[in-house]
């Protein structure tokens, strides 16, 4: 049962990439107004830090049974390791954070990586499928 979400959460992860990228792709402003948004609020920080730990415990729970299982495992423990240490990073240092890279990234930068957001949400798909 635990494999099943594990795979189901991956699987929406893995979706979740491609439409960032066809966000990216088609609106670059848009993506880019949702960054300059990440820790904004404490209501945002703490959602988007809690919701992505989900697929961190995904990606963990499921590596043994992925196509990849070494790269699942460091990356589904990087991203729950780092969610926990934002939840101990003052609020507003992540929001300027967040800020400060949305100066940089323009739009079409977005642009550039989308086809990166696509490759890793079919990767992510493919690899537990």
Do not use: Q
């Not at 993506?31 to 415990?57: C, D, H, Q």
């Amino acid at each position: 049962m635990i494999d099943l979400f594990a795979k189901w959460t991956i699987i929406f992860f893995g979706v979740f990439f491609i439409c960032v990228g066809y966000l990216m792709l088609i609106k670059p402003d848009k993506a880019r107004a949702t960054l300059r948004k990440a820790g904004s609020t404490n209501f945002i920080n703490y959602t988007e830090i809690t919701i992505r730990m989900i697929p961190a415990v995904g990606l963990i729970l499921s590596a043994e049974n992925s196509k990849f299982p070494d790269i699942f495992k460091i990356a589904g423990w990087f991203m729950l390791c780092t969610s926990l240490v934002l939840y101990f990073v003052p609020r507003k240092l992540h929001h300027n954070f967040s800020l400060k890279a949305a100066d940089i990234l323009k739009p079409l930068y977005f642009i550039l990586i989308a086809p990166f957001s696509f490759l890793i949400g079919i990767l992510l798909i493919y690899s537990v499928i």
